[in-house]
């Protein structure tokens, strides 16, 4: 009982001091050359125009909430697909209910005129 | 697990809802008078009425091991079912106001309700869980119902914040629960318990998760503004219906699951329950807000119910079973009579706006009348029934004291509920209190009278019940 800690705080020591050790070492071989187009932001595309702090319209979280009903949908769905073979009806009426729900929420949405730009 | 291994059985009533709030959900979308949503709720809570009942009548049956409908469950399920339908009675004509949400508003209801059965019927603590959080979810957001209205959006703020706190905690002591004991079901933690640190730990996160649900002080914090700022027929619905689950669920795993033997919770519990009767009738006592009157009493009624708990004997988790349905008409009563108060968009009503009553509509301060008295403890009303059983089941447990401090608390109660009546009766208005009268509240306010007369009259039928529950649980 005790070993196996020991052997999981052994594993937590090596994993937490890693990262550290190989900053450092790092940080002890490599060349220090920085100039202004080096420290820019170019990773992530474009300079921002204008400022950033700008209100977003309510409807891209409408959006969103039922993107989820099918993002949702498809992670069950890939996992259900591959083990279909050893899974059989159970398998099956479980996932006609749980799609049968999802579509009844995006049913909703539609006619609650969630889908149109307003 | 095959197809054949699935029966619906256990949990049919709760399916009826389900399909219920979905129905409610598409139609609403089709339909011209959203009126007709209310009373195919209804229809809904009748059927699941209907099959809760026939399978009462027969043998216990397990839903694959994490649920179990047996007379324990069908008795929460009796007390549920009526806060339901008299909740969905209760928003039918304040629902008018809010036209395009009235599909919401009862498909969210119904969802709750399904929440609070399941609680009762949980033999899992993640049933337990999911059950939980699924009536939570649907309270936060009928908190928040009138939107336009900020103290509403508060409430809804303040439940969803302190209640993903609760839930946290609820987690935290379930995790650790299965870390002391390898289990989650409740055969299997009973099987488990031990007086291991870990164990005791976990049984005080599982106390203080459920204090937080029942409004256990001191984990009241939330209820006063929740109650107050919560759309009334809401803070009627959640005072009677998530309580009971709370103290559903509550009392399953403390008093049919762990015992009394091999954990001492019980001084804990005691404790609580001289807290909560307190801090809520003295609390209350300096209301001007009838709705937060009502919720402080609410927290010193869980006090009572917890003094039940503490006895954990046969006649203790009668009593509670006993005044949780008794609670439930006399509370929802009183808040139809609340409603019947309410002005326009206000959402609150002050212990002034129900001056002089009695003179304009004689019926309605009656009712309210017997409200206060049952809810005070005054014979031959309901509560005043529910309360000697509970009391009775203290003294049973060798808890004197614990049933003295309850008796003492009630003789302090009578001071604001008698005041509620002293106001209608006594006092004299120059502008008589005008009403939004409408016969559906009526309707309810005579429900809740006939029954909490009924109860008072006849207390050994409604006993009967609430024993056939109790000897599910402990045999």
């Not at chain 1, 999981?8 to 990262?19: C, Q």
């Not at chain 1, 002890?28 to 209100?55: A, F, H």
């Not at chain 2, 009928?142 to 987690?171: C, D, M, P, Q, V």
Request: glycine content about 8%; proline content about 4%; charged content about 10%.
């Amino acid at each position: 009982m005790l070993n196996t800690y020991a052997v999981i705080g052994l594993y937590a020591l090596v994993a937490l001091t890693f990262p550290f050790i190989v900053l450092l070492f790092a940080r002890l071989v490599r060349p220090s050359k920085p100039n202004p187009l080096k420290n820019s932001t170019y990773e992530c595309g474009m300079e921002t125009i204008g400022d950033t702090w700008v209100q977003f319209r309510a409807q891209y979280y409408l959006f969103a909430l039922v993107f989820v009903v099918f993002d949702v949908e498809v992670v069950f769905l890939y996992p259900w697909a591959v083990a279909y073979g050893k899974l059989g009806l159970f398998a099956l009426v479980e996932m006609a209910l749980f799609i049968g729900l999802l579509a009844v929420a995006l049913v909703y949405a539609w006619r609650k005129g969630i889908l149109e730009w307003q | 697990m095959t197809l054949n291994d699935v029966v619906l059985t256990p949990i049919l009533p709760e399916a009826i809802l389900l399909l219920t709030a979905i129905l409610i959900l598409l139609i609403d979308t089709f339909l011209g008078d959203k009126r007709w949503l209310t009373w195919i709720g209804l229809a809904g809570v009748v059927l699941a009425g209907v099959s809760a009942y026939r399978l009462a009548l027969s043998e216990p049956v397990s839903f694959q091991g994490m649920a179990v409908s047996d007379h324990y469950t069908a008795f929460f399920r009796m007390v549920i079912l009526t806060a339901t339908a008299l909740g969905l009675l209760v928003a039918l004509n304040w629902l008018d106001a809010h036209g395009e949400q009235q599909g919401e508003y009862n498909a969210l209801l119904l969802l709750a309700a399904i929440g609070m059965m399941l609680m009762a019927a949980a033999t899992h603590l993640l049933t337990v869980f999911v059950a939980l959080e699924l009536l939570s979810l649907s309270l936060y957001i009928l908190a928040g119902f009138e939107r336009e209205r900020a103290t509403s959006a508060e409430a809804a703020l303040k439940y969803l914040l302190l209640g993903a706190f609760s839930s946290a905690i609820f987690l935290y002591g379930m995790a650790l629960m299965y870390a002391a004991t390898g289990a989650l079901d409740f055969a299997g933690i009973q099987q488990g318990a031990t007086m291991s640190p870990l164990f005791l730990v976990a049984v005080g996160l599982l106390i203080v998760g459920f204090g937080f649900k029942v409004a256990a002080v001191p984990f009241h914090m939330w209820t006063p503004d929740v109650y107050q700022g919560a759309p009334t027929p809401i803070t009627a619905f959640m005072s009677v219906g998530a309580k009971a689950a709370g103290f559903a669920a509550f009392v399953r795993l403390f008093v049919g699951v762990l015992g009394v033997e091999k954990v001492t919770w019980v001084p804990v519990l005691a404790a609580l329950a001289v807290l909560t009767m307190t801090v809520g009738n003295l609390a209350a006592l300096r209301q001007v807000s009838l709705k937060r009157m009502l919720a402080y009493s609410s927290i010193a009624h869980a006090g009572y119910v917890l003094v039940g708990l503490s006895a954990a004997n046969s006649t203790g988790v009668a009593a509670v079973l006993f005044y949780l349905f008794a609670y439930a008409f006399m509370n929802i009563g009183a808040f139809a009579v609340v409603i019947a108060l309410e002005r326009q968009g206000e959402g609150d009503v002050t212990l002034s706006q129900v001056r002089g009553l009695a003179h304009t509509h004689p019926l309605l301060a009656g009712a309210m009348a017997i409200f206060m008295f049952s809810l005070t403890g005054i014979p031959p009303f309901a509560g005043f029934f529910g309360k000697l059983y509970l009391f009775q089941a203290a003294v049973q447990a060798n808890l004197t004291w614990l049933a003295l401090v309850g008796v003492l608390n009630s003789a302090l109660s009578a001071y604001y509920y008698l005041n509620v009546t002293v106001q209608m009766y006594m006092a004299k208005e120059e502008t008589p209190p005008r009403l939004h009268w409408r016969p559906v509240l009526g309707l309810v306010a005579a429900i809740g009278v006939l029954f909490v007369i009924a109860i008072g009259i006849f207390p050994q039928v409604w006993l009967g019940l609430a024993k056939l529950g109790m000897l599910a649980l402990l045999g």
